[in-house]
């Protein structure tokens, strides 16, 4: 079914409204005593071919262990041949690093390359020293490089959004009470709250 343009309407009496209402009600309660009878026949369908279906699912769950055990043991054996095949590369490569990779760090070989790559630089901490340590000292010798972060308190200003009054500081020297929309409208700040249109028809019963 083609969808329909959307029509904007106005000039809605209350006589019209009252019958758009009556309309709505309607069809909501039809609607759901429809949907109703679908899940009473689809309950009805379900219910008569349930023990054929619990056969057949039980079927399908034991096929499919028996399946999942042999790719399991397969991927596992896979794995370890790998893994394997992987360390001895490896040992091979770090025995010999300073005679292969002098002038490149990767080899090729009959099967692919192997090499190393350098890691993205990172932070570690020295023996003896934690992270919490550290700060502290980079605090006291470097504090350039201490991170603060800062946000504004949303949900504070929310909660206290209809002070009559709050310290608003002006200057340096100059403080002053001001409602807390007056502050936070200085500060580029609004509380907004949207609006969304309901309709709640009574539940009658209507004959479909």
């Given at each position: 079914m083609a969808r329909q343009k959307k029509t904007i309407i106005t000039g809605v009496s209350r006589e019209a409204a009252d019958e758009a209402f009556a309309t709505y009600a309607k069809s909501d309660a039809q609607i759901q005593k429809i949907n109703a009878e679908i899940e009473l026949q689809c309950a009805k369908i379900r219910e008569?071919?349930?023990d054929q279906l619990a056969e057949l699912n039980e079927t399908k769950d034991r096929t499919f262990e028996v399946m999942q055990t042999y790719a399991a043991d397969k991927l596992a054996?896979?794995?370890?041949?790998?893994?394997k095949a992987f360390d001895v590369l490896q040992s091979f490569?770090?025995?010999?690093?300073a005679e292969l990779f002098t002038k490149k760090k990767s080899l090729d070989m009959a099967h692919g390359t192997i090499g190393f790559r350098t890691g993205t630089p990172k932070l570690k901490t020295l023996k003896g020293f934690t992270w919490a340590s550290a700060l502290t000292l980079v605090k006291k010798f470097m504090p350039g490089y201490v991170r603060t972060n800062e946000e504004i308190a949303k949900d504070k200003l929310l909660a206290d959004r209809e002070l009559e009054a709050v310290e608003f500081i002006e200057n340096d020297i100059t403080k002053k009470q001001v409602p807390m929309g007056t502050a936070m409208a200085e500060c580029g700040i609004m509380v907004t709250q949207d609006e969304t249109f309901y309709v709640e028809p009574k539940k009658e019963e209507t004959t479909v």
């Open positions: 008569k071919y349930a054996t896979l794995g370890a041949e790998k893994d490569a770090t025995e010999n690093q």
